[in-house]
């Protein structure tokens, strides 16, 4: 059973343009959303996090936009720059203990 | 502060073999969980130690076992391997001071089974 569904698998976008990655959820139970970013041969990062009490968060470059009546939440990745080419993974979490149960992840190629 | 660091980096293995691995958190963690990566399961989470005691399970058989030393170094096991076990092994520490603490990945050890 896939808790969290994202996608899409696999985006190109221009130097400059906007990335969005989709992800949606099925247990109500998760209260905790990360974004984690990995580049081939490291380990995922976060790069951004939000709960669902709030609909949007931003830091810098990089948006969460949040929609709780639909189980959905979504990762902007704005002005997308080279250096941002990596796998992108959503995840959820509940209130208890620290399992992350993560989306299949996004590869993202940004070209120059 | 140094990062969550995993030995081996890189491991082969015949199949029917055991193999360990070993993590070493960030200094005054004391949560580690575990996490299988694969190109067709993805990011799956094995399971989380926590003062030594297995806090979270995740769905995998019996031949993966884990556990957690007082000075919150885990290793994960597994035995009887299998060519399906071939894997990115990650380990992810975290203070578990409250519900929303970053978990801090380490590189993972590149497990393959022939």
């Known amino acids: 059973q896939q808790q969290v569904k994202q996608s899409p698998q696999s985006l190109i976008v221009q130097k400059g343009g906007i990335s969005i990655i989709n992800c949606a959820y099925e247990?109500?139970?998760?209260?905790?959303f990360p974004w984690y970013q990995q580049f081939p041969g490291k380990g995922p990062a976060l790069l951004i996090a939000?709960?669902?009490?709030?609909s949007e968060k931003k830091e810098g470059r990089f948006t969460i936009s949040f929609n709780k009546s639909a189980k959905q939440f979504s990762l902007h990745i704005m002005d997308s720059q080279p250096g941002d080419s990596a796998t992108y993974f959503c995840?959820?979490?509940?209130?208890?203990?620290?399992?992350?149960?993560f989306g299949g992840g996004t590869r993202v190629l940004v070209k120059p | 502060k140094a990062g969550v660091t995993q030995t081996p980096r890189y491991l082969i293995k015949t199949r029917g073999q055991q193999v360990t691995l070993s993590c070493s958190p960030i200094?005054?963690?004391?949560?580690v969980s575990w996490y299988q990566q694969t190109p067709g399961q993805g990011l799956q989470f094995l399971f989380e130690?926590?003062?030594?005691?297995?806090?979270n399970k995740g769905n995998f058989p019996g031949r993966f076992s884990g556990r957690q030393f007082s000075n919150s170094r885990s290793e994960m096991n597994v035995s009887t391997l299998e060519l399906g076990d071939s894997a990115l092994y990650l380990c992810?520490?975290?203070?578990?001071?409250?519900?929303?603490?970053?978990?801090?990945f380490g590189p993972g050890t590149r497990l393959t089974v022939l």
């Open positions: 992810a520490s975290s203070l578990d001071a409250g519900h929303t603490d970053t978990q801090y």
């Open positions: 247990n109500t139970a998760f209260d905790y």
């Open positions: 939000i709960r669902p009490d709030v």
């Open positions: 995840a959820a979490k509940k209130a208890a203990g620290n399992k992350l149960t």
């Open positions: 200094s005054g963690h004391r949560s």
């Open positions: 130690y926590f003062s030594e005691t297995q806090r």
